[in-house]
Nanobody, 120 residues
Framework: QVQLVESGGGLVQAGGSLRLSCAAS????????MGWYCQAPGKPRELVAR???????NYADSVKGRFTVSRDNAKNTVYLQMNSLKPDDTAVYYC??????????????WGQGTQVTVSS
């Protein structure tokens, strides 16, 4: 069984920074794409950033230039460095990972979510 455990959320003033971490554990042979989604109250979950195993990154337009996604493959961990935070960034942030089993079938796994609140 695979688990994703997040940390690093909290309350910060506008303009501040936070760093989220998400560590995957369990029966893992390799991890393909890892990334982060967010969900604000009353809104659908949406992609924030993702990074492939080879290091290719994609970002939502709203966070480009402010957020940086990275990963440590040796630690099965993905990070999200969030700078110049805005009140509109307030949401629950979920990490995810696409992990293949030994047969090569890919499964999507999700973290439990961590609250990020940005005050004005």
């Amino acid at each position: 069984q695979v688990q994703l455990v997040e940390s690093g959320g909290g309350l910060v003033q506008a303009g501040g920074s936070l760093r989220l971490s998400c560590a995957a554990s369990g029966s893992i042979f390799s991890i393909n794409t890892m990334g982060w989604y967010c969900q604000a109250p009353g809104k659908p979950r949406e992609l924030v950033a993702r990074i492939t195993k080879s290091g290719v990154r994609n970002y939502a337009d709203s966070v480009k230039g402010r957020f940086t996604v990275s990963r440590d493959n040796a630690k099965n961990t993905v990070y999200l460095q969030m700078n110049s935070l805005k009140p509109d960034d307030t949401a629950v942030y979920y990490c995810y990972a696409i992990i293949p089993n030994v047969e090569g079938t890919e499964y999507h796994y999700w973290g439990q979510g961590t609250q990020v609140t940005v005050s004005s």
